[in-house]
């Protein structure tokens, strides 16, 4: 018996979530008194696989063939199940993003196993085995008990810190069970964005909505996110108005983030936002309308008008660096 997870990468790196869904795995594993094996699909070196040690993985298996490079739901559940099988794994563990979203419930059903997904703690395992997750769009949590042989866990990103034992892995190389009529889809074109720190890797947001008047404004949303090293985000109007991109719009239309810090500007709090951001650690409002609902949410408030308030803000950010 063993616990697997499954390390999600990105171009032969792996994202923050994977890491902190090995340490959570190896934290269940230590309860168990068993021991904790990281999965990775795709290309990758042995040498940076094998970093997975330093956040409790004892062995990682690494299924390098590069028809995995790019995530199909279907195909990657067939391989995660294949392994978890061999290994005699009774607990397996993702991230809940948005290949977790997808591979996790197929995986399930391969394997019958009971499915918990959005997890924020570790189970509780006396007399059982009991989980906790977010539910109706992270405004409540709910407790699970999952009585199945076999469980699969996707942990939500950033709520579970990373614990770094500074070991390195052993990697062990296998060929991927899995044929060409596993892909039930094919990827034509992958289209990533570069240059900026993803949303659903941030741990601080800055984010702003249409009390930015203009597109050409958002320079000083830009400014104070370069000083904070923060990710832009933004309201679904703004997007719809084509202000900002897409892929930076977080609410329950848009991406989901629970960023340590989240700064809305000019965002007035509607309650389709309010669901894709509340569980972000810390909530920082800044708007001219004191009734606005961000504020009943959120942990500090400014009133005040941005064109006055960022710059200054920005500026205290600064200087404040500069001093340490």
Same mark, same amino acid.
């Given at each position: 018996m063993s616990v697997l997870v499954f390390a999600e990468n990105n171009s032969g790196q792996f994202k923050k979530a994977a890491l902190e869904a090995v340490s959570y795995a190896a934290a269940i594993a230590s309860t168990m008194?068993?021991?904790?094996?990281?999965?990775?699909?795709?290309?990758?070196?042995?040498?940076?696989?094998?970093?997975?040690?330093?956040y409790g993985a004892e062995k990682v298996i690494?299924?390098?063939?590069?028809?995995?490079?790019?995530?199909?739901?279907?195909?990657?559940?067939?391989?995660?199940?294949?392994?978890?099988?061999?290994?005699?794994?009774?607990?397996?563990?993702?991230?809940?993003?948005?290949?977790?979203?997808?591979?996790?419930?197929?995986?399930?059903?391969?394997?019958?196993?009971?499915?918990?997904?959005g997890v924020v703690e570790l189970p509780k395992m006396e007399g059982g085995f009991e989980v906790k997750r977010t539910v109706f769009s992270n405004k409540g949590f709910a407790s699970l008990q999952l009585t199945s042989e076999v469980k699969v866990l996707s942990l939500t990103p950033n709520s579970y810190k990373l614990v770094e034992s500074g070991a390195i892995a052993t990697v062990e190389n296998r060929s991927a069970a899995i044929e060409a009529n596993?892909?039930?889809?094919?990827?034509?074109?992958?289209?990533?964005?570069?240059?900026? /720190?993803?949303?659903?890797?941030?741990?601080?947001?800055?984010?702003?909505?249409?009390?930015?008047?203009?597109?050409?404004n958002w320079h000083l949303v830009e400014k104070l996110a370069g000083e904070l090293g923060a990710a832009t985000a933004c309201s679904k109007p703004v997007s719809d108005m084509h202000w900002r991109p897409h892929d930076e719009h977080v609410g329950q239309t848009? /991406?989901?983030?629970?960023?340590?810090?989240?700064?809305?500007?000019?965002?007035?709090?509607?309650?389709q936002h309010l669901a894709g951001v509340s569980g972000s650690k810390v909530i920082v409002a800044?708007?001219?309308?004191?009734?606005?609902?961000?504020?009943?949410?959120?942990?500090?408030? /400014?009133?005040?008008?941005?064109f006055e308030v960022l710059p200054r803000l920005s500026a205290a950010v600064a200087k404040f660096k500069a001093a340490n």
């Open positions: 008194q068993t021991n904790t094996i990281a999965l990775v699909l795709g290309t990758m070196t042995d040498e940076v696989a094998s970093q997975l040690g330093k690494k299924l390098n063939d590069a028809s995995l490079d790019v995530m199909e739901g279907h195909a990657y559940a067939k391989a995660i199940a294949a392994v978890a099988t061999a290994e005699g794994s009774k607990v397996i563990v993702l991230a809940n993003t948005y290949t977790g979203k997808a591979v996790a419930p197929r995986l399930a059903v391969k394997l019958s196993a009971g499915l918990a997904a596993d892909f039930k889809a094919k990827v034509l074109e992958v289209k990533k964005v570069t240059g900026k /720190i993803p949303l659903t890797e941030a741990e601080l947001v800055v984010s702003a909505g249409r009390g930015m008047k203009a597109a050409e848009g /991406i989901t983030i629970k960023p340590n810090l989240y700064i809305a500007i000019g965002i007035s709090g509607a309650i800044i708007n001219t309308d004191k009734e606005a609902p961000f504020f009943k949410i959120a942990d500090y408030g /400014i009133v005040g008008d941005a």
